[in-house]
């Protein structure tokens, strides 16, 4: 992982000892994987509303979206919570479930949050590039997910 994404989750460490609330924490990580990573124009959280089995959007950092409940299984986003995986869409206009917050998004990068075994929340990135995500998005990003899991 590249020298720079590592100093970011020294950051999210400190966020975490901060001892300030969760939502302030993931709004905060929000920030600043958008204003320090260039192809993250949209970053957010949603979490688990397991009673009503939808996905609700906690803190984002970028354009405002009418996407503020997501149902379990519907969009990226839904499917990444029935599954538990990650998921990259390289092109969004190839998904066929895909659930469009804006005209400039070209990929998305969807990430669970998982306590133990179980589905709590996801991190959910937009970005208006064509094909940007690696593996180390998927490394980074994952170690961001396990990072926040204390929260929940």
Same mark, same amino acid.
């Given at each position: 992982?590249?020298?720079?994404?590592?100093?970011?989750?020294?950051?999210?460490? /400190?966020?975490? /000892?901060?001892?300030? #609330?969760?939502?302030?924490?993931?709004?905060?990580?929000? !920030?600043?994987?958008?204003?320090?990573?260039?192809?993250?124009?949209?970053?957010?959280?949603?979490?688990?509303?397991?009673?009503?089995?939808?996905?609700?959007?906690?803190?984002?950092?970028?354009?405002?979206?009418?996407?503020?409940?997501?149902?379990?299984?519907?969009?990226?986003?839904?499917?990444?919570?029935?599954? !538990? !995986?990650?998921?990259?869409?390289?092109?969004? /206009?190839?998904?066929?479930?895909?659930?469009?917050?804006?005209?400039?998004?070209? /990929?998305?990068?969807?990430?669970?949050?998982?306590?133990?075994? !179980?589905?709590?929340?996801?991190?959910?990135?937009?970005?208006?590039?064509?094909?940007?995500? #690696?593996?180390?998005?998927?490394?980074?990003? #994952?170690?961001?997910?396990?990072?926040?899991?204390?929260?929940?």
């Amino acid at each position: 992982m590249k020298t720079e994404l590592k100093q970011l989750l020294l950051e999210i460490d /400190s966020f975490v /000892s901060s001892g300030t #609330t969760r939502s302030e924490i993931l709004l905060n990580t929000c !920030k600043l994987l958008k204003d320090n990573v260039y192809h993250y124009d949209w970053v957010g959280f949603y979490l688990l509303d397991e009673q009503n089995s939808n996905l609700i959007l906690e803190v984002y950092d970028g354009k405002t979206t009418e996407h503020t409940m997501i149902p379990v299984g519907k969009g990226v986003c839904g499917q990444v919570a029935e599954s !538990k !995986k990650l998921k990259v869409v390289q092109d969004v /206009s190839q998904e066929g479930n895909y659930i469009a917050c804006s005209l400039d998004v070209q /990929s998305e990068i969807v990430v669970p949050i998982l306590k133990g075994d !179980k589905f709590v929340a996801e991190i959910d990135i937009d970005s208006h590039s064509p094909s940007p995500f #690696t593996v180390d998005d998927e490394i980074f990003l #994952t170690s961001v997910c396990q990072k926040l899991s204390v929260l929940f």
